[in-house]
C-alpha cells in the first residue's frame, strides 16, 4: 500500500472516530424530556419551617373557620371546591363580587375581596366583642353569604 494512502485512510478513520465520539457526547433531541412548568413553587429548606402555622392545616371542602392567631388578630381560613367555586364564579360579574366579610358584634363588619377559592386572611381587631366570618357574593345592596363560620370570642 502506498504511503499517501495509508495516510488519507488513517485520517478519514481517526476523523469518523472524533465524530463518533463528539456526537455522542452531547444529548439528542429524543432524549432530553422537558418537565412541563406548572407554576410550581416548592421550597424545602429547613429554615422555612419556623414560618409553618400550628393548628389545623386540613380544611374539607366548603368549609370556613375562624381561629385566633397572634395577640391582637383573627385569622379567617376558607376552602371552597372547584365545583362549588367555578358555580360562584358564574354568578359574579361586574357588579358583583366574592367577599370575606367579618362581622363585629351586631353590625359593624370589615371585607376584602376573594380571588381564590382556598385561602387566609389576617385583621387586627381591638374589640372584646363575638365575632364570626362570612364568605359572599356582593351586589351594591345585597350580601348573599355562601360560607358562614361559627362564632368566636376574642381575648
Not at 56 to 79: Q, T, V
Amino acid at each position: 500500500m502506498s504511503p499517501l494512502l495509508y495516510i488519507i485512510l488513517l485520517t478519514v478513520v481517526l476523523l469518523l472516530m472524533l465524530y463518533w465520539v463528539l456526537s455522542s457526547l452531547t444529548p439528542r433531541r429524543e432524549r432530553r424530556v422537558r418537565v412541563p412548568d406548572r407554576g410550581f413553587a416548592f421550597e424545602s429548606a429547613q429554615e422555612l419551617f419556623k414560618y409553618l402555622e400550628t393548628g389545623e392545616f386540613y380544611l374539607p371542602g366548603d368549609s370556613i373557620k375562624l381561629i385566633p392567631a397572634e395577640s391582637g388578630h383573627l385569622r379567617a381560613y376558607w376552602h371552597l371546591r372547584q365545583e362549588k367555586w367555578q358555580e360562584i364564579l358564574k354568578q359574579v360579574d361586574s357588579e358583583k363580587q366574592l367577599v370575606l366579610r367579618l362581622h363585629q358584634g351586631e353590625d359593624s363588619y370589615q371585607e376584602v375581596p376573594v380571588k381564590k377559592s382556598a385561602g387566609s386572611y389576617d385583621w387586627e381587631v381591638r374589640e372584646d366583642s363575638p365575632y364570626f366570618i362570612s364568605l359572599g357574593i356582593k351586589s351594591r345592596d345585597n350580601y348573599t353569604p355562601v360560607l358562614i363560620s361559627s362564632k368566636l370570642k376574642q381575648l
